[in-house]
């Protein structure tokens, strides 16, 4: 048998590979007696060319709270942990409904990294996530030079001065409003905000298009991974700075490289809840 580095196991990982709107996934079930993966073999596994290949890996484990059916945790594709996985908690409920622990039908909850939250597979097949309350605050962001929010925020990033807004969704989330996403320049202001100095935890950078008061176009270069297909919270982080900007409404239809997802946000002090698909692509085991 060969040892798995960092898991505390010696036997082969069995790994479930899933996307959700394009965001792609590793799930390993770790409710046994397997720790949680080590920075270089989430590396190794969401490799490109050497492993199988993820922006995120996603470790279903043992419930922490009574109510829930399990908790997990997400590890970004450079090893990096996240607090919060729009996505990735759509395909852990999927995975939970195929496996039979948890009902096909209504509402579930699960344990995340920032709480527990309800999930509910839809009767098209599509599932439906509570991603909790936006907040603003710089602290809770986290942002630092700033006392109170700001919409935007004016800062420097490699050599041009942009307009930001800035939101936690339970990950920190940073959003640029651009005329055409087609043309948006991702690999500059992406990388130029996730190293600045406001952001000391770095940010998942979104790039917003607005089509009408209902539908948004949106690119994401997430922390810790890259340009994604598709990011869940960062959806409802472009959503909520919209809204709150009163340039969209409190359902909007959001299209992502990777697919569409359904956001609504009833009011300021209300959850925001994504609706979106989740899929599996194929199963395997690691054994490097
Ligand atoms: N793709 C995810 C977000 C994953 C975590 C993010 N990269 C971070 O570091 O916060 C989503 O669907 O929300």
């Not at 996934?25 to 720790?35: E, M, P, T, Y």
């Not at 059916?69 to 970004?76: D, H, T």
């Not at 995340?112 to 599509?126: E, Y």
């Not at 539908?215 to 598709?230: D, F, K, N, Q």
Request: charge should be negative; proline fraction near 7%; aromatic fraction near 6%.
């Amino acid at each position: 048998m060969t040892e798995t580095a960092g898991t505390g196991s010696t036997s082969a990982l069995p790994f479930s590979k899933m996307h959700g709107a394009g965001n792609d996934f590793v799930v390993l079930d770790l409710r046994g007696d397997r720790d949680a993966p080590q920075p270089d073999l989430c590396r190794a596994i969401a490799h490109r060319h050497h492993g199988v290949g993820c922006d995120q890996i996603l470790t279903i484990e043992a419930p922490r709270t009574a109510a829930a059916i399990a908790s997990y945790r997400i590890w970004n594709a450079d090893g990096s942990s996240s607090q919060q996985c729009g996505n990735g908690a759509r395909c852990v409920a999927a995975w939970l409904v195929r496996e039979g622990s948890a009902p096909a039908a209504g509402e579930f909850q699960l344990d995340s990294p920032i709480g527990a939250h309800t999930v509910q597979r839809l009767g098209d097949g599509r599932y439906r996530v509570n991603m909790g309350v936006p907040e603003f605050e710089p602290a809770r962001i986290p942002m630092v030079g700033f006392d109170a929010a700001r919409d935007p925020y004016v800062l420097p990033v490699r050599g041009s001065i942009m307009p930001v807004g800035a939101v936690s969704m339970g990950n920190p989330h940073a959003l640029i409003e651009v005329d055409d996403i087609d043309t948006a320049e991702l690999d500059l202001a992406g990388p130029g905000l996730q190293d600045h100095p406001a952001f000391p935890e770095s940010v998942n950078v979104g790039f917003a298009q607005i089509l009408g008061r209902d539908r948004i176009r949106l690119r994401v270069y997430e922390r810790g991974v890259g340009e994604t297909l598709a990011c869940g919270s960062g959806a409802c982080a472009a959503v909520a700075i919209l809204a709150r900007r009163g340039l969209v409404d409190r359902d909007v239809k959001v299209s992502l490289p990777g697919g569409d997802l359904q956001i609504s946000w009833p009011t300021d002090d209300q959850p925001m809840v994504m609706t979106g698909a989740a899929a599996f692509v194929f199963e395997g085991e690691w054994n490097a």
